[in-house]
């Protein structure tokens, strides 16, 4: 059975930096690409990141030179790095992975962005 469990979200001030970690498990985790999705309430999914196994990235325009997508795949972990942070990026992040013909999902942290 796929788990996928976030942590590192909370309050930071316009200007600073989060780290995000997901931590995954029944997967054999080197194979499979990873992603970062965003959500605020009333909008749709928002995809943010992605890395390859290989650790090939790809990032949304919004967030393309503020966040960094990173893997470590000896202890089976996603990181999405957040710096520069803005109101905007305020939202639930939730990590996901394909797997077994579907997609699993985290159960999110909420980064709020304030001052």
């Known amino acids: 059975q796929v788990h996928l469990v976030e942590s590192g979200g909370g309050l930071v001030q316009p200007g600073g930096s989060l780290r995000l970690s997901c931590a995954a498990s029944?997967?054999?985790?080197?194979?499979?690409?990873m992603k970062w999705y965003r959500q605020v309430p009333g909008q749709e999914r928002e995809l943010v990141a992605t890395?390859?196994?290989?650790?090939?990235?790809d990032y949304a325009d919004s967030v393309r030179g503020r966040f960094t997508i990173s893997r470590n795949n000896v202890y089976n972990t996603v990181y999405l790095r957040l710096d520069s942070l803005k109101p905007e990026d305020t939202a639930v992040y939730y990590c996901?992975?394909?797997?077994?013909?579907?997609?699993?999902w985290g159960q999110g942290t909420q980064v709020t962005v304030s001052s």
């Open positions: 996901s992975t394909g797997a077994y013909g579907r997609s699993f």
């Open positions: 890395i390859t196994g290989g650790g090939e990235t």
């Open positions: 029944g997967i054999n985790f080197r194979l499979y690409s």
